[in-house]
C-alpha cells in the first residue's frame, strides 16, 4: 500500500460514545485516514452507493438493523468494500461468524486502541484488494476457460462436420467408380456391335468375293481380286476408324493438345461444323494421363452433342491450364436445352459421363444452356489432387 494513499472510512455506528472514542482515535491519522460517521445502517447503504468508500467500520447493532444481519446486508449492498465488525466484547462466535462470511477482520469495542485500530484498517483494506485481485483473476481463468471450452466444442463440431463430409465423399466415389464400371460396359458393348455389324459385314463380303474367284475362270480373277481389294480397304479405314474412336494414339504419344487438333480436323470434315480453337498453358506440357484422357473425351462428347442437337454449323472449344486446374469449354450458339432437366432425366449417358469423369478427377462440370440461348459446357479439372 502506498503511504500517502487516503483510506476513506465509514462508520456506521448508534451509539455516540462509541462513535466519538473512534473518530477521536482516527482523527489522529487524518493524513491517511478520512472518517465520515453514519448512525443508521439504511444511511450507511445509502452512502456506501455513492460510492468512494474504501472501509467501514460497522457495529451490528443499530437502530434499523441488528446482529449478523446488518453484517450481511451491507456486504451483499456493497460486495468490494471491506468492513471490520465492531462487537461488543466477547461475542468472538459472532465475529468469526462474519469473518467466514467475508468480513476482512473485526474488533471489540471495548479494546479498541489507535495502533489496534490503524493497523486492523490498513491491513482489512489490503487484504480486501488482495481478494478483489484474487476474484478478478479467478473471474478472468473462469471466462478463457469458457471460451477455450466454446472454441474447442466449435473445433469438434467443424470435424464432425468433415468426417461426415468425407464419408459422403467417398460414397459419392464407390458410386462413381462403380458407374464407371457400367460406363465402360456399354462402351464395350458398342464397340462389339460396330465390329459385328461394320468389320463382320465387309469381311463376310470378303470372303464370299474370294470363295467365288476359287470357281471362276481365270479371265475373270483379276476383276474379282480387284473388288477385293476395295473391300480391304474399306475394312483397313474402318479398323482404323474404330480403334481411333477407342483410343488415339496420338493421345498418349503427342499430348492432349496434338489429339484435339487432329480430333476436330476429322469432326469437321465428318460433319460440317467450323471449330475454333483457343488454348493457353497446354503447348508445351504433358498433364496426367487420366486429366488428358477425361478432357479428351469431354470435348469429344460435347462435340458429338454439338453436331447432334445444336443445329449450328460453327463451335468454340477453349483449352486452358493454369499452376492448379485444366480447364476445357465448348460453346455453341445453337439452340441449347435445360441440362438440370436432361441430367435429372436419368436418359443422358453423354452429359453424365461427362460430368462423373470430372468429379473422378475431383474436379467438376458445370454445364450453362437454355432453349434459344446456345450451351457452354464447361470442366474444370484440378492438376493435383
Ligand atoms: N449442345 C447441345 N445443344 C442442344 N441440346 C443439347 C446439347 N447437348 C446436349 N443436348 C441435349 O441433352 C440431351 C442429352 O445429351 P446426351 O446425354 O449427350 O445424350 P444423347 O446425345 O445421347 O442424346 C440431348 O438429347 C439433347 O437434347
Ligand atoms: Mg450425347
Not at 20 to 29: A, P, Y
Not at 74 to 103: C, F, K, M, Y
Not at 366 to 385: D, M, Q, R, Y
Request: proline fraction near 2%; glycine fraction near 8%.
Amino acid at each position: 500500500m502506498v503511504e500517502c494513499e487516503t483510506i476513506h472510512v465509514l462508520l456506521i455506528e448508534d451509539d455516540f460514545a462509541s462513535a466519538e472514542i473512534v473518530k477521536g482515535l482516527v482523527g489522529e491519522e487524518s493524513r491517511t485516514f478520512k472518517l465520515e460517521w453514519l448512525s443508521h445502517l439504511q444511511a450507511g447503504l445509502d452512502r456506501l452507493a455513492g460510492g468512494g468508500i474504501d472501509l467501514v467500520l460497522l457495529d451490528f447493532g443499530l437502530p434499523d438493523s441488528e446482529g449478523l444481519e446488518t453484517f450481511q446486508r451491507t456486504h451483499e449492498h456493497s460486495p468490494g468494500v471491506a468492513i471490520i465488525p465492531l462487537t461488543a466484547t466477547g461475542d468472538e462466535a459472532l465475529a468469526l461468524r462474519a469473518i467466514q462470511l467475508g468480513a476482512q477482520d473485526y474488533l471489540f469495542k471495548g479494546s479498541i486502541n489507535r495502533q489496534l485500530l490503524v493497523r486492523s484498517m490498513r491491513y482489512a483494506v489490503e487484504r480486501k484488494r488482495g481478494e478483489e485481485a484474487l476474484r478478478r483473476a479467478h473471474d478472468e481463468l473462469e471466462q478463457r476457460v469458457k471460451e477455450r471450452t466454446a472454441e474447442l466444442s466449435a473445433a469438434n463440431d467443424l470435424l464432425t462436420e468433415q468426417i461426415v463430409e468425407r464419408r459422403r465423399a467417398e460414397e459419392e466415389l464407390r458410386r462413381l467408380s462403380h458407374r464407371l464400371v457400367e460406363v465402360q460396359e456399354i462402351e464395350r458393348r458398342n464397340i462389339a456391335r460396330e465390329l459385328h455389324d461394320e468389320v463382320g459385314q465387309v469381311l463376310t463380303g470378303l470372303k464370299l468375293v474370294i470363295e467365288m474367284a476359287t470357281r471362276l475362270p481365270v479371265e475373270q480373277v483379276n476383276d474379282q481380286c480387284q473388288k477385293a481389294q476395295l473391300l480391304v480397304n474399306e475394312l483397313m479405314g474402318r479398323v482404323r476408324d474404330l480403334s481411333l474412336d477407342l483410343r488415339p494414339a496420338m493421345l498418349d504419344d503427342l499430348g492432349l493438345l496434338h489429339a484435339l487438333l487432329w480430333h476436330l480436323e476429322r469432326y469437321s470434315s465428318q460433319t460440317g461444323v467450323r471449330v475454333t480453337l483457343a488454348h493457353t498453358g497446354v503447348e508445351n506440357q504433358r498433364l496426367k494421363s487420366e486429366i488428358e484422357t477425361a478432357a479428351y473425351r469431354i470435348v469429344q462428347e460435347a462435340l458429338t452433342n454439338v453436331a447432334r442437337h445444336a443445329g449450328v454449323d460453327e463451335v468454340k472449344v477453349n483449352v486452358s491450364a493454369d499452376a492448379e486446374n485444366l480447364f476445357v469449354q465448348v460453346t455453341d450458339q445453337g439452340r441449347g436445352f435445360d441440362p438440370q432437366g436432361a441430367l435429372s432425366a436419368g436418359e443422358s449417358s453423354g452429359l453424365a459421363g461427362m460430368r462423373e469423369r470430372a468429379q473422378l478427377l475431383g474436379g467438376k462440370l458445370i454445364i450453362n444452356s437454355a432453349a434459344g440461348e446456345g450451351t457452354s459446357v464447361n470442366a474444370l479439372l484440378p492438376l493435383e489432387e
